[in-house]
C-alpha cells in the first residue's frame, strides 16, 4: 500500500478485467472502477466475438456485462464498480429501476449508473430509497449537479455525481471549473453527494481534482500508469491549473451559479446538449453489439 496516497479515491474508467488487474498491480491503489457502455463495446472477449460475426442478443450482452464487473468486483476497493443501466429517451424511469435492481445483485459493491435526465433522477430516487448506491453520470452543468443532490436527499450511502470534464474541454470550455463550482456549491449542503470528477485525459486533470478536493476521480488506463510512472504525483502548495486544450489554446471559464440546493429536484433545469449526445453515443456503442431482434 502506498503510504502518501490522495484523499480522492481512485478509479479505473475501463471495462476490461485483465487491465484492471494490471493497473491494479502496478498501483496498489485503486479503489474503484467506472464502467460504461463505451467500454464494454470495447472489451476484448466481446471485440474477439464482435470480430467472428457473433452478435449478441440482450440477454446474452446483459450476462456479459455481469461477467465482467464480477471479474472487476474483487480487484478494486471500498469506492466500487460502477454499472450502467441502458438508457435511451424513451426509457422509463422504471424500466431503469429495474435494470439497476437487477445490476445490483451482481456484485456486493455495485454503484448503478443513471443518466442526468429527469427519467435518471427519478430511478437515482426510487434507487435510493431502496437502499441501491446510485452514481449519476453525464453531468454537465451546476444546476444537474444541484438537481442530482436534491432527488437523492436521504440517501444512506454516498451518492456520486461525475461531471464530465474532458468533453467540456473538447469544446473549447474548461471542464475543471464545472468541477469547482459543483464543489463550492456543494459546500452548502450536507455532503450525501460526492464528486466523482470524469472524463479526464490529461495527468493536469488528475492533479487538479485532486487540488479541488474531489471525494472521487476516474480516469483511463494510459493517464493512471503516466501517473503512477511519474511516481504518483501529488498538487504542491503552488499548483496552479492550466485551463488551455491541447494546442495551448485558452479554455472558456464557466461561471459559477448561485444555486439553491433547497429546491424540488424536479424544478432545475437539466437540459444540456452534451448530456444528449452522451446518451446517443453510448446507446450506439451498445447496438453495435446486440444482432437485429428477429
Ligand atoms: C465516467 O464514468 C465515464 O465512463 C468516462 O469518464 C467518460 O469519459 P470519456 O469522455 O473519455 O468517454
Redesign the pocket.
Known amino acids: 500500500m502506498v503510504a502518501d496516497r490522495p484523499r480522492t479515491k481512485i478509479l479505473l474508467?475501463g471495462g476490461d478485467p485483465d487491465e484492471t488487474l494490471r493497473v491494479q498491480t502496478h498501483l496498489e491503489l485503486l479503489d474503484g472502477q467506472?464502467t460504461?457502455p463505451?467500454?464494454i463495446a470495447k472489451n476484448p472477449e466481446m471485440q474477439t466475438k464482435l470480430a467472428a460475426g457473433r452478435k449478441l442478443s440482450t440477454q446474452e450482452q446483459l450476462e456479459e456485462y455481469r461477467r465482467i464487473v464480477q471479474q472487476i468486483s474483487p480487484l478494486v476497493g471500498d469506492a466500487g464498480v460502477?454499472i450502467e443501466v441502458f438508457a435511451d429517451y424513451s426509457t422509463t424511469a422504471e424500466e431503469m429501476l429495474q435494470q439497476g435492481e437487477e445490476m445490483f445483485s451482481w456484485i456486493p459493491n455495485a454503484y448503478i449508473?443513471y443518466p442526468c435526465l429527469p427519467a435518471g433522477l427519478r430511478a437515482a430516487q426510487m434507487s435510493v430509497r431502496r437502499g441501491i448506491r446510485v452514481n449519476i453520470?453525464l453531468c454537465f452543468s451546476q444546476e444537474q449537479a444541484a438537481a442530482v443532490y436534491a432527488a437523492t436527499l436521504g440517501a444512506a450511502d454516498p451518492v456520486y455525481v461525475?461531471p464530465?470534464v474532458?468533453?467540456l474541454d473538447d469544446r473549447g470550455q474548461n471542464g475543471m471549473d464545472l468541477v469547482w463550482n459543483i464543489k463550492k456549491m456543494y459546500a452548502h449542503g450536507d455532503g450525501h453527494v460526492h464528486v466523482l470528477a470524469?472524463?479526464?485525459?490529461r495527468l493536469d486533470h488528475l492533479l487538479c481534482a485532486f487540488s479541488i478536493g474531489t471525494e472521487l476521480a476516474?480516469a483511463?488506463a494510459k493517464l493512471l500508469e503516466q501517473w503512477a510512472d511519474a511516481g504518483l504525483p501529488q498538487p504542491d502548495a503552488g499548483f496552479s491549473y492550466q485551463a488551455v486544450d491541447s494546442s495551448g489554446r485558452q479554455l472558456q471559464p464557466i461561471p459559477y451559479k448561485d444555486i439553491d440546493l433547497n429546491r424540488r429536484w424536479e424544478s432545475y433545469d437539466l437540459r444540456h446538449d452534451l448530456t444528449a449526445q452522451g446518451i446517443e453515443r453510448f446507446v450506439s456503442d451498445y447496438q453495435s453489439t446486440l444482432r437485429p431482434a428477429a
Open positions: 474508467d467506472t460504461n463505451t467500454y460502477s449508473k453520470t461525475s464530465f474532458g468533453r470524469a472524463s479526464l485525459r476516474t483511463p
